[in-house]
């Protein structure tokens, strides 16, 4: 079993709908929760990051973790065709100096 | 966030050769990363790599192939040695600021090897 699964997708939606991605893990040690964008032919973006269960919100952005589930989700409300790239979530024991473990990533398109 | 490069973007090698891929951030860093990404993989983490010692490499990953130097703190090389087709991957260089930062990445390194 891989420490952190993420359905790879593909997933399209119309441009303005809202999108969920999702990412189980099964190391309890894992402390902090990361979401990263990559779009094509660039390197992974920081999206969001928090470490605690709850939600955390950046805008559009939505980072949710349920620790007792071992569940964590990224909501992208209104979405926009630039949202379109693969999401990753990562997940690490320790913060920043740390190695992260990273799910396979999510290919979003949105469609306007 | 740290600006992070690296150099070159992209290479085409030759099976048995060797490429060096450099990774420049414009801040010191107490600690890089060297991550590769196969394709419909995961991002893996290679080895750590601290100024002054030698890198700590994953399980999977050894020196003899993927050498690392880090000679200041705010520059490290990995290399690629001895290449073969299945080396054919992203390599992503990453680095974490002071404190509880989280690591920010390069643009990559997209090696292909005929």
């Known amino acids: 079993q891989k420490e952190v699964e993420q359905d790879p997708g593909p997933l399209s939606v119309p441009e303005g709908a809202i999108v969920s991605l999702n990412c189980t893990y099964s190391n309890s040690a894992f402390q902090y929760f990361m979401w990263y964008r990559q779009y094509s032919r660039k390197g992974p973006e920081l999206l969001m990051y928090t470490y605690s269960s709850g939600n955390k919100e950046d805008g559009r952005f939505t980072a949710q973790v349920d620790k007792s589930s071992k569940y964590i989700s990224l909501f992208i409300r209104d979405s926009q065709p630039s949202d379109s790239a693969t999401y990753l979530c990562?997940?690490?024991?320790?913060?920043?100096?740390?190695?992260?473990?990273f799910g396979t990533g999510t290919r979003l398109t949105i469609i306007p | 966030s740290a600006v992070i490069s690296q150099k070159p973007s992209r290479d085409i090698c030759q099976r048995g050769t060797s490429l060096t891929i450099q990774c420049q951030v414009d801040?010191?860093?107490?600690?890089m990363f060297w991550y590769r990404q196969q394709p419909g993989q995961s991002l893996t983490l290679i080895a750590t790599?601290?100024?002054?010692?030698?890198?700590?490499?994953e399980s999977g990953f050894v020196i003899d192939k993927f050498p690392i130097s880090r000679p200041n703190l705010t520059f490290s090389t990995l290399t690629v040695s001895n290449m073969s087709p299945e080396d054919s991957s992203i390599y992503l260089c990453?680095?974490?600021?002071?404190?509880?930062?989280?690591?920010?990445f390069g643009d990559g390194t997209r090696l292909s090897i005929l």
């Open positions: 790599a601290n100024q002054g010692s030698e890198a700590t490499y």
């Open positions: 990562a997940l690490g024991t320790g913060f920043g100096n740390e190695k992260l473990t």
């Open positions: 990453s680095v974490a600021g002071g404190g509880n930062q989280p690591q920010h």
């Open positions: 801040s010191q860093v107490t600690m």
